[in-house]
């Protein structure tokens, strides 16, 4: 089973920068898609970037030009910098496996706020 811990949130204000970062332990996931989701206060979570395996790379409209995903996998782990941060962005980050998400972690909280 795969633990996955979060890292990297905090309070930024807008237009600022973040880089969140993924570490995943218990098994390797450098042969899985991975995805940065993130979930803001009433509303579902939703899927913000991926990256497969092979590195391509895919955002929502909203974190295109703005957030970059990677991956290490000698690390087994994911990174998620965040650039021209909005408020809108506030949420609860996460990261798991893109097409059949395992156990959540506790995420990461971001925050953007004047």
């Known amino acids: 089973q795969v633990q996955l811990v979060e890292s990297g949130g905090g309070l930024v204000q807008p237009g600022g920068s973040l880089r969140l970062c993924c570490v995943a332990?218990?098994?390797?996931?450098?042969?899985?898609?991975m995805g940065w989701y993130r979930q803001a206060p009433g509303k579902q979570r939703e899927l913000v970037a991926s990256?497969?395996?092979?590195?391509?790379?895919d955002y929502t409209d909203s974190a295109k030009g703005r957030f970059t995903i990677s991956r290490d996998d000698a690390k087994n782990t994911v990174y998620l910098p965040m650039n021209s941060l909005k408020p809108e962005d506030t949420a609860m980050y996460y990261c798991?496996?893109?097409?059949?998400?395992?156990?959540w972690g506790q995420g990461t909280q971001v925050t953007v706020s004047s």
């Open positions: 798991n496996k893109r097409w059949v998400p395992g156990s």
């Open positions: 332990s218990g098994r390797k996931v450098t042969s899985r898609a």
């Open positions: 990256i497969t395996s092979g590195g391509n790379t």
